[in-house]
Every structure is written in C-alpha cells, then in structure tokens.
C-alpha cells in the first residue's frame, strides 16, 4: 500500500472500489491497521467511551484528540488519518480553525466534523487554508441529547431529504469526503450516487463508497455491540487476522449484509 491522499481515495470511488476505514487510538493499533492494508484510520472522538467509560462522546476534549492522534500518527505512516473535532470544538470558524489546526499539527491529515448547512463557511475557510474536511450527516453523536438517543435517521421522507441536501451542501463547500451514519441504506445508496466526493458508511447499508466500524466493536471488545456491527475475531485466531479479514470483506462486498444494515 502507497501513501493514501485524499486524491487516492477519490480515485477508488471513480473506479468503483471500496476501501476501509476503521478507528484506531493509539500507535500499536495503527500499526496493525497499516499491516492490514487498512486505507484510512479516523481518531474518533468515541474514544470517550471507548477509552473512557463515558456514555456518549460528549465529555471528549480537543487536549485529548490532539494528544490520541499525535499517538496515531507516529504508529503509522500510509495510512489517511482522520482527527475528529470533538462536541463543542467548532461552534465559530475562529474555534473552527484554531482546533482543526492543532489536530493537523499533531499529524492528521484531515479533520471530521458532524453536521450538515450551518458548518458550509466553516468548511469553507478550512479548505481554503489547506485542511481537508470530512463531513458527518445523520445520526451525529455530538447530538445525541437533541436526536433523543442513538436511533436511526433519515427514515422520514422530509428528514431524508434533509440529510440528502445536507450532503450535497458540505461537498459544495468543499468537503473531501462524508461519513454518513446510522440511516437507511436505500438513502445512503442515493446519497452515494449523488456525490462525487467518497461516502464512507456506518450502519447505512453496502452501497456506500466505504465502511468505518469501531475498533474495539469489531473485535468483540465492546459489552454490547450495535446492528450494524460485525465482530471479526469470531472467525480468526488474533487481532491481526481480524482487521485483515475486515479490510477483505469490506472491498469484497461481503460486509455489510442486510442483517447490519437499516430499512
């Protein structure tokens, strides 16, 4: 595997080939990823409960997504690593920019943040300032107190026209690619089809560009582990064997099916 750019990842998109996401915490599992021929590691801000115990994302701090993907970042060298803006690290572009920078600084190589319309001039300034930008439309875990829980979105024909439109508005301002979680996967298919830039999906069904799952979800790690999760350590021997054979099914289409998937 060459170094992975954003422009690698558009290309796998305009040849119809799938790639890998998976998030990563820390510099021995980034190493792993990268041995497993991983594309992208996103240093997500799930890592409050993950790492943490914490009940949602919520109580994650900037100092610690800069200090997790410093850790990434030396663990790894092709990989395309994601720095997640934590809950309440993007509310103005002043904020915006500042933190994005920090993350950029401590070696992502592009920044994630979650929602849709009101973020497009913050998208904007960073793109224009040289940080490349992932977007994060439908069920958004900084907005889990507002959606009332982790529940599916977009299966109401005005919010997935929303979620549609919200896409289509963060690629306009200059989005490089969008995760879309957590929504129908007839939905996720349209809005894939829509865009030109990769759609990576999580719990939105097998026609997206890509998949992301948590790490510690699909090893089994987890006490319990959502619809849309498969643990690959079922069928293999360690830890190794299992992201590789994660990375495989995503390209191969085996993974999603329908039984992690949403109507």
Not at 13 to 36: H, P, S
Not at 174 to 197: H, K, N, Q
Request: glycine share 8%; hydrophobic share 45%; charged share 20%.
């Amino acid at each position: 595997m060459t170094n992975v750019t954003v422009t690698t990842l558009k290309a796998h998109k305009a040849a119809g080939e799938k790639f890998a996401v998976i998030t990563a915490y820390d510099a021995t599992f980034a190493g792993l990823v990268e041995d497993a021929g991983i594309e992208v590691i996103l240093v997500g801000d799930s890592l409050g409960m993950v790492l943490q115990g914490h009940d949602s994302t919520l109580p994650t701090t900037i100092e610690e997504m800069i200090y997790h993907t410093r850790c990434v970042s030396r663990g790894c060298k092709k990989p395309l690593v994601i720095g997640d803006l934590p809950f309440a690290s993007y509310n103005t572009r002043e904020e915006t920019m500042t933190n994005a920078a920090a993350l950029m600084r401590a070696g992502a190589n592009m920044v994630k943040l979650e929602g849709g319309e009101w973020l497009t001039q913050s998208i904007t300034a960073m793109v224009e300032r040289g940080i490349p930008v992932c977007a994060h439309l439908g069920l958004t875990p900084q907005s889990v107190n507002s959606l009332g829980g982790f529940k599916v979105q977009g299966r109401e024909s005005a919010q997935a026209t929303s979620i549609l439109d919200d896409a289509k508005r963060v690629e306009a301002a200059g989005a490089s690619m969008l995760v879309l979680e957590c929504i129908p996967s007839a939905l996720a298919a349209s809005i894939t089809a829509e865009l030109s830039i990769p759609v990576v999906g999580i719990g939105a069904g097998a026609d997206t560009d890509a998949q992301v799952l948590v790490l510690h979800d699909m090893l089994g790690l987890s006490s319990r582990l959502p619809k849309f999760v498969r643990n690959f350590m079922t069928d293999n021997p360690d830890v190794q064997s299992a992201l590789k054979a994660y990375n495989t099914a995503v390209k191969s289409g085996e993974f999603p099916t329908i039984e992690h998937s949403f109507s």
